[in-house]
């Protein structure tokens, strides 16, 4: 079978504007092309839509992810056209890819086979430039803060206790730690200084939950960068950089309009990820979505103890958004890796270790079901290597949580391979009303709201931190910071700090390494066990594949 980016480049696009009139009914004046595949949607003509109903929220999450791969946005795309075959108006709202895992361990980030969003090759590199605007403007503040300490200092600012890291789209592990402002009083004062990879950047993260362009201003000049010497935050405002940085941000601030295979819509916008940030794609982009179609299919990074949580707990709390039902997608590869199957023999018939893998999804659809109280269909993304005897006991030993294992082939046979999917996720959301529900209420302490998380998601039996980071957590709730909700960055491999730990492990504690003030973005990050906020490159990065071939193709990404 072809390749991913063969598939990509072999389809029919139709031009983005058609995709808009005839699928959305929006006009020509209401879009900013890029091109003739990928738009802008105006801010105005979303504002216009206020007044219209809203959809149904379908979210598509999975369990652990693992390296045999289970494909949860593929089976967003996948789903989505399915929904439009059996007559339901479906609209797609996704992430935008970051180049970290691009050029990294991870290829494209587009779907995969028949189940892709296209131009497959503009969505996964530069697309239509909000990430390099993202980093802009988060280092024009870098630079303001760091001109504004050389030319006098009139804030008082404590060169020790700066707290803004430079961005970059990159995974660099070099530019963790740096000292920055070396080379004499012309070059500023040195001090230690770092970059986070751009979608761990408070802008990004601000960028994903504004609901307008005044809000996204507010939000940047809420950003706290620095402490005076008395210990008094400095923000974004105080150093008048929050104007700069929404200029920077405004024409990527618009949701971009582009296409699956099947030539349905697909609004792709935002980017942070869900083990170092809170994982969703613009709030802008779900709000349109809904206004726009009958039925919204969106993800939430990685698994649902990470992605989902963050995109109950801190998306839908802070924008009023509420799910009607969860898709949580697995392979039976997957669930042999969680059972101990070593990666190389994955795919071989072994019931044993699927029995003993299974753990892994069923506490998921636990999470889903009983925590975040929406119904839940487990999506089972099939490979040709599956055996009818794995599945049939896929499908027994999960009879008990009401919840329909369904066997998918979008990948394959694109939406028709998924209406049986479809039809029982639109049948769900008109029979099984949800009962949404947080992990935590907003009056909760900070260290309540965390230890909800590890106890009732993560399966931890406790929170454990040094004298220092328990301090930092007491000053920001007595700061004035309790009502925020927390943001857990930590691998996204276990349920537990140790991306070793496979299934469902219990027993084991949540270390909370680090705290970071996410002013502008509204929430608490808690950084815990060896998780970075600037990942680095593997020994083999897919960049070494991806290259451009003598008709000015590219080819090697994914």
């Not at 958004?321 to 072994?350: S, Y």
């Not at 896929?394 to 999917?421: F, N, S, T």
């Not at 008109?430 to 529900?437: L, S, T």
Request: glycine share 8%; net charge neutral.
């Amino acid at each position: 079978m072809a390749s991913d980016i063969e598939i990509a480049q072999q389809a029919v696009l139709q031009r983005v504007t058609k995709i808009a009139q005839e699928k959305l009914g929006i006009s020509d004046e209401h879009l900013e092309p890029y091109g003739h595949y990928k738009a802008k949607i105006s801010l105005d003509y979303i504002d216009s839509l206020q007044d219209r109903p809203d959809g149904k929220l379908i979210l598509v999450t999975a369990i652990s992810p693992t390296p045999a791969g289970e494909g949860k946005t593929t089976t967003t795309v996948g789903l989505a056209d399915a929904l439009n075959r059996i007559g339901k108006k479906a609209i797609i709202c996704l992430r935008e890819p970051s180049l970290g895992p691009v050029f990294g361990m991870k290829g494209g980030a587009a779907g995969g086979g028949y189940a892709q969003v296209v131009p497959m090759e503009d969505i996964n590199l530069h697309f239509t430039g909000d990430f390099s605007a993202i980093a802009l403007a988060n280092n024009l503040l870098a630079a303001m803060l760091d001109s504004h300490v050389h030319h006098g200092n009139s804030l008082n600012i404590d060169v020790r206790r700066i707290t803004w890291k430079r961005a970059m789209d990159m995974n660099d592990r070099a530019l963790r730690d740096i000292t920055c402002s070396l080379g004499g009083p012309a070059n500023g004062y040195p001090r230690q200084d770092g970059f986070d990879i751009v979608v761990a950047s408070e802008v990004m993260a601000i960028f994903c939950l504004a609901t307008s362009m005044k809000d996204l201003r507010q939000r940047l000049g809420n950003i706290v960068v620095a402490q005076t010497k008395d210990q008094k935050p400095v923000t974004a405002r105080d150093l008048k950089a929050h104007g700069a940085m929404t200029v920077l941000l405004k024409d990527a601030f618009k949701p971009n309009l582009v296409q699956t295979l099947e030539n349905n819509p697909a609004i792709i916008h935002g980017g942070p990820f869900a083990n170092i940030a809170h994982g969703c794609n613009s709030v802008m982009a779900t709000k349109l979505g809904l206004k726009l179609a009958d039925y919204v299919v969106t993800e939430a990074g990685f698994g649902a103890d990470l992605g989902a949580e963050k995109f109950i707990d801190i998306k839908c709390r802070k924008s009023g958004l509420r799910p009607d039902v969860a898709v949580i997608v697995a392979t039976i590869r997957a669930l042999k890796f969680h059972g101990g199957v070593d990666v190389k023999e994955l795919d071989k018939e072994n019931l044993p270790a699927l029995v003993k893998g299974i753990a892994n999804l069923e506490r998921h659809v636990n999470n889903v079901r009983n925590h975040y109280g929406l119904p839940c269909v487990v999506a089972i993304n099939h490979f040709t290597f599956d055996t009818p005897a794995e599945i049939e006991l896929l499908q027994k030993k999960m009879a008990h949580h009401e919840a329909p294992v369904i066997v998918c082939r979008h990948w394959a046979e694109g939406g028709k391979g998924a209406e049986d999917l479809a039809r029982t996720v639109a049948d769900l959301i008109e029979k099984v009303p949800a009962n949404f529900q947080f992990v935590y209420e907003e009056s909760d302490s900070l260290w309540d709201k965390v230890t909800a998380i590890a106890t009732k998601i993560y399966g931890a039996s406790a929170v454990t931190a040094d004298r220092k980071i328990k301090e930092q957590i007491k000053k920001l709730q007595d700061d004035g910071y309790a009502n925020y909700p927390v943001c857990v960055a930590k691998t996204q491999y276990s349920f537990s700090t140790d991306p070793e730990l496979r299934g469902a492990p219990t027993n084991h504690e949540l270390n909370i390494r680090e705290v970071r003030l996410a002013a502008g973005a509204e929430f608490i990050v808690m950084v815990c066990g060896d998780v970075m906020t600037m990942p680095g490159l593997p020994a083999v990065p897919s960049a070494e594949k991806i290259d451009i071939d003598e008709n000015g193709r590219v080819v090697g990404l994914f």
